[in-house]
């Protein structure tokens, strides 16, 4: 390179500058930008998965209330609601607290008022099949009434979506 005349070593440094500009934009397209899109892949999938949790939680809270009230109208005797209770809304409001139970399964807390939940429910339908007194069952049906609402909010604040 000490023998190269000026004419020679201009034309070799701007040869080498190009190339190695071409190299950062590749570079830069090969590396940078896929980072770059899975960093907005990662977000979409965050804001998707809040949104997945956010509709369950609602839904639960729809059904649960549902479910309480027309365990109030089947304990009392009520024929249509007997068959709800029994039926779609029972298996409707066991969907949706196996779906709490599946998307909040990390939450060690949740997951163990969600089984409380379920000892409850089998305790009203208990009082519910053996024609149990008010006395009995509206204590219970209320008590699941605040287990649905707790989880809920639990929820809620595993998700950061509550007030406090």
Same mark, same amino acid.
């Given at each position: ?16 500058? /190009? !190339? @190695?500009?071409?190299?950062?934009? =590749? ?7 896929? +980072?770059?899109?899975? #960093?907005?892949?990662?977000?979409? +999938?965050?804001?998707?998965? !809040?949104?997945?949790?956010? #509709? ?5 809270? $729809?059904? $649960? ?18 068959? +709800? ?10 969907? !949706? @607290? ?9 939450? #060690?807390? =949740?997951? #163990?008022? /969600? ?7 089998? $305790? ?17 049906? !209320? ?17 950061? =979506?509550?007030?406090?």
């Amino acid at each position: 390179m000490e023998t190269w005349s000026d004419k020679t070593k201009f034309w070799s440094e701007t040869i080498r500058i /190009i !190339l @190695l500009a071409i190299f950062g934009v =590749l570079g830069v397209y090969f590396i940078v930008d896929p +980072l770059k899109n899975k #960093t907005s892949y990662e977000a979409e +999938l965050g804001k998707e998965r !809040l949104l997945l949790k956010a #509709t369950i939680i609602d839904n639960f809270l $729809s059904k $649960s209330h549902k479910y309480t009230a027309i365990a109030f109208d089947a304990c009392n005797g009520d024929t249509a609601s007997i068959r +709800l209770f029994q039926g779609d809304d029972g298996d409707n409001y066991d969907d !949706l @607290l196996n779906r709490m139970s599946v998307y909040f399964r990390s939450n #060690t807390e =949740l997951q #163990t008022e /969600i089984k409380n939940i379920m000892q409850v429910k089998s $305790s009203l339908y208990g009082c519910f099949k053996r024609h149990a007194n008010k006395d009995e069952w509206e204590p219970i049906r !209320l008590d699941l009434e605040k287990k649905n609402n707790a989880v809920a909010w639990d929820a809620m604040k595993f998700i950061k =979506l509550n007030d406090d």
